[in-house]
């Protein structure tokens, strides 16, 4: 689904993993739970032992995202780690970590990513907190879309053309024009049909 809502879904993943050598999750609409959607290249045998003991109840890197915004290494987290998670999750070579966390429209997203070698640097922390930033309003902010301009993808979706939105709006048809460009950039379009697809593939007309 990830791949739908994201554009250059395989290529944002390919700029999170040159940072994130071991393994990442992403996932919006998060709440206890769980996410509406998830991705993790994260190792398998871990992927299989975690969620086997259940380990998110009491997972520090799950915890504090929930209940703060911003960005934090694994290891500046003052949570108390009862399951021993961190510990469990360095034997299969998950030894630094750092968490990114975001409320776009009241819904919560959460990207967590692991090194084995060392701690992410302040410039690597800087690149995936824009980075995530701009996913996150991608998925749950409608890639920053304003009312205006959605609303002319509805009328768009509705089969309104320009000069019939601009009568139904009480705005000349150079506004209407104004706004569906605008939506356009915002979403990487050729035309309005392929914006108001693209809408519709991201659930935005339900937001």
């Known amino acids: 689904m990830l791949q739908t809502l994201i554009p250059g879904f395989d ?22 739970k769980g996410p509406e959607h ?31 915004e ?29 968490l990114f966390s975001r409320k776009v429209n009241n819904s919560k997203t959460i990207l967590s990513v692991s090194r084995q070698d060392r701690e992410l640097t302040d410039g690597e922390m800087m690149s995936l907190s824009v980075r995530w930033s701009r996913l996150s309003n991608i998925v749950e902010g409608r890639a920053g879309l304003t009312d205006k301009e959605m609303e002319v993808l509805a009328l768009a979706r509705d089969g309104f053309d320009y000069s019939q939105m601009a ?13 569906a460009s605008k939506a356009r950039d915002k ?11 693209i809408a519709i593939t991201r659930n935005y007309f339900s937001n």
């Open 11 to 32: 290529s944002e993943m390919e700029s999170i993993t040159e940072i994130s050598t071991m393994g990442s999750i992403l996932a919006f609409n998060v709440s206890f």
């Open 167 to 179: 009568d139904k709006l009480g705005v000349s048809r150079g506004t209407i024009n104004v706004r």
């Open 70 to 98: 911003g960005n934090i290494r694994w290891s500046e987290i003052k949570l108390p780690d009862v399951r021993g998670v961190f510990r469990k999750a360095r034997v299969h070579g998950l030894n630094y970590g750092a």
């Open 187 to 197: 979403l990487g379009a050729n035309s309005i049909t392929h914006a108001v697809a």
């Open 38 to 68: 998830f991705w993790s290249t994260f190792p398998k045998k871990w992927q299989d032992e975690y969620e086997g003991a259940s380990m998110h109840f009491a997972d520090p890197a799950v915890v504090w995202p929930l209940m703060y």
